[in-house]
């Protein structure tokens, strides 16, 4: 003859009742908060475009997704639309809001623009993103990069406070690229093309 165990009496409430709804919520707000922290520190952000100095690229108020990861497995490559904290002489000048520049120069590089042309290492470089008015009225150089240096120039050459101005951007200065523009929706994409000789 079969025995049948009655099964135990119900009495743990706290099973039952599962765990407090506010308190859920607490911890829900609080692992959102500590990925979005992490993500903003090491992974990527936000940015947003406030001046004029890389137009026709990058518009006033385009907004941008910069990748902060990627430079910790590579270092900047020529043509890459970079943001950086200031260099300790733009400190001096009382920045203290971070900049967005195109690499033209990288470390060990001999830089000089003249006539209307940026030259590296003697060869001239192709840069199809600035505009036919927007070649640099100015002559700077030559000047050879130094190690862990780079140069970066607004794509607005003549209307963008840059390397040419204040000096090289150190490698620890540089926070990320910049590699999608999200808004506004009519122009969004990849932020592109590189400069070539």
């Known amino acids: 003859m079969a025995r049948v165990e009655n099964p135990a009496p119900k009495n743990d409430t706290s099973a039952s009742k599962g765990e407090n709804p506010w308190l859920e919520g607490l911890k829900t707000i609080g692992l959102s908060a500590v990925l979005a922290i992490g993500i903003r520190q090491f992974v990527a952000e936000a940015r947003y475009i406030p001046s004029g100095s890389m137009l026709p690229t990058l518009q006033i108020n385009d907004r941008l997704i910069i990748d902060k990861l990627g430079y910790r497995f590579k270092n900047p490559q020529r043509g890459d639309v970079v943001v950086?904290?200031?260099?300790a002489t733009l400190e001096k000048q009382n920045f203290h809001d971070a900049f967005i520049k195109r690499v033209i120069g990288l470390p060990g590089d001999k830089i000089e623009v003249k006539g209307?042309?940026?030259?590296?290492?003697?060869?001239?470089?192709?840069?199809?993103?600035?505009?036919?008015?927007?070649?640099?009225?100015?002559q700077w150089g030559p000047s050879v990069i130094p190690e862990n240096s780079y140069l970066v120039l607004g794509d607005n050459r003549n209307n963008s406070y840059d390397s040419h101005y204040w000096g090289f951007v150190p490698r620890e200065k540089i926070i990320g690229r910049a590699v999608v523009r999200f808004w506004p929706p009519d122009r969004l994409g990849e932020i592109v093309p590189r400069p070539e000789y």
């Open 84 to 87: 950086f904290s200031p260099t």
């Open 116 to 138: 209307g042309r940026v030259y590296v290492n003697d060869q001239v470089l192709r840069e199809d993103y600035i505009g036919k008015d927007e070649a640099p009225q100015y």
